[in-house]
């Protein structure tokens, strides 16, 4: 039933690869992935995208291979601030595809397509490997060289502790 399911998917996408006609041998494809392309995945943390993913496909007789490349920015909030700033994401995934009884991909490196398949979706792959290269924190580049001003770094600033208590100042519980 998983593969019924996968094949129902992959017929209404873009990112699908029919490689049933493609000769043995090395093949490039191109892809521009954009906003939308995020948002159908229901990921919203991008206000902004605009990436280039470079497939480099590699047909052999009993298996495919595949090595994408992206390269792009997303413009994302600050952490911090919210303030919006284009974050440059790079990334690469290799991905080898072998026939078999049923669809299986339980290995992140190898996917295993039933025998008679002639196409594949590839949006998955493209937007894990995008999303996976995105930092845990976003900080705008403006807060480290001190460039970016805000209301909301200026709140923070004011409202840091450093700032209310004197460095010579001790507690007097711990004079005695």
């Known amino acids: 039933m998983r593969a019924q399911i996968y094949v129902q998917m992959k017929l209404s996408n873009d990112f699908v690869l029919s490689f049933f006609g493609l000769k043995?041998?090395?093949?490039?494809?191109?892809?521009?992935?954009?906003?939308?392309?995020?948002?159908?995945?229901?990921?919203?943390?991008?206000?902004?995208?605009?990436?280039?993913v470079v497939l480099d496909f590699n047909k052999k007789s009993t298996l495919l291979e595949l090595h994408f490349e992206n390269q792009g920015t997303g413009t994302v909030a600050c952490d911090l601030t919210n303030?919006?700033?284009?974050?440059?994401?790079?990334?690469?995934?290799?991905?080898?595809?072998?026939?078999g009884e049923e669809f299986n991909n339980d290995n992140e490196e190898v996917l295993i397509l039933p025998h008679g398949e002639h196409q594949l979706d590839?949006?998955?792959?493209?937007?894990?490997?995008?999303?996976?290269?995105?930092?845990?924190?976003?900080?705008?580049?403006?807060?480290?060289?001190?460039?970016?001003?805000?209301?909301?770094?200026?709140k923070l600033e004011e409202l840091s502790p450093d700032k209310h208590k004197e460095i010579d100042e001790i507690d007097p519980r711990w004079e005695d």
Do not use: R
């Open 83 to 99: 303030e919006p700033f284009g974050l440059p994401l790079e990334g690469a995934l290799d991905l080898v595809v072998n026939f």
């Open 24 to 52: 043995e041998g090395n093949h490039k494809f191109e892809y521009k992935i954009d906003k939308q392309f995020f948002e159908s995945f229901k990921f919203d943390e991008f206000i902004d995208a605009d990436f280039t």
């Open 122 to 154: 590839l949006s998955q792959y493209i937007y894990e490997m995008i999303v996976l290269a995105l930092p845990l924190k976003k900080i705008h580049p403006g807060i480290a060289d001190g460039s970016l001003k805000s209301d909301i770094l200026n």
